[in-house]
Each structure stands twice: as C-alpha cells, then as structure tokens.
Nanobody, 125 residues
Framework: QVQLVESGGGLVQPGGSLRLSCAAS????????VGWFRQSPGKEREWVTC????????YYTDSVNGRFTISRDSAKHTVYLQMNGLNPENTASYYC??????????????????WGQGTQVTVSA
C-alpha cells in the first residue's frame, strides 16, 4: 500500500504561483498513475490533472491547461503540481491519489485511492 502526503499549499494573491508536492512512501509508487483533485466546501472532489506511470503522459482539465504543470521525480517518489496564474476560482483543498493500470489516467475520482490528507490553496487579494 502507498501512503501519500501533500504539501505546498498556502495563501497567494491572484496571478501568483504555488508548487504542490505529493510524496509517496510504502509500496512501489512509480508503477502507478497519480492524479490531483480539488475540493471546495459543499462541492464534489473534481479532477484537475494526472500523470501516468513511466514513461509519463500528462493530462489536464481545460480550465488549468497551460497554467498548471504536473511532473514526477521517481528518485524522490514525488509528484509535483506547479500552478501559475492562480485565480480565486482555484481556491480549494488539493488532494493526490494513485491509480493502477499501466499508464492510465481517468477523470473519475472513484478510480483513485491512497488519498493523502490534502493541502489548502487559497487565492485571495
């Protein structure tokens, strides 16, 4: 089983940047795809982006494409989410989760597991 720990959230002004980290420990994580999801109070958890197992492919929801970049460092067993051009609509708790299946990404939250505790991102002036 994989344990995930998210970090890097915080308060940022509109137009600013943050880099989130999703550190994995436990079973081999490099064989798994990793997705980032976000959730606001009273709303369902929604898919943001995903990176497949190696060699990695990346996928993004339309609203963040071109502003967010997902990457992974296999040596550190960590997946990163670089977020640029943040706006108040990006305010949410961000979670990472794993998905099995060779080089597969989906948008369905039920396909993912090993969720971390989340990290809060707040975009406000």
């Amino acid at each position: 089983q994989v344990q995930l720990v998210e970090s890097g959230g915080g308060l940022v002004q509109p137009g600013g940047s943050l880099r989130l980290s999703c550190a994995a420990s436990g079973s081999t994580s490099d064989d798994l795809s990793v997705g980032w999801f976000r959730q606001s109070p009273g709303k369902e958890r929604e898919w943001v982006t995903c990176i497949t197992s190696l060699p990695p492919d990346t996928y993004y929801t339309d609203s963040v494409n071109g502003r967010f970049t997902i990457s992974r460092d296999s040596a550190k067993h960590t997946v990163y989410l670089q977020m640029n051009g943040l706006n108040p609509e990006n305010t949410a708790s961000y979670y990472c989760g794993t998905k099995g299946g060779w080089r597969l990404c989906t948008r369905d939250v039920s396909d993912y597991g090993d969720w971390g505790q989340g990290t809060q991102v707040t975009v406000s002036a």
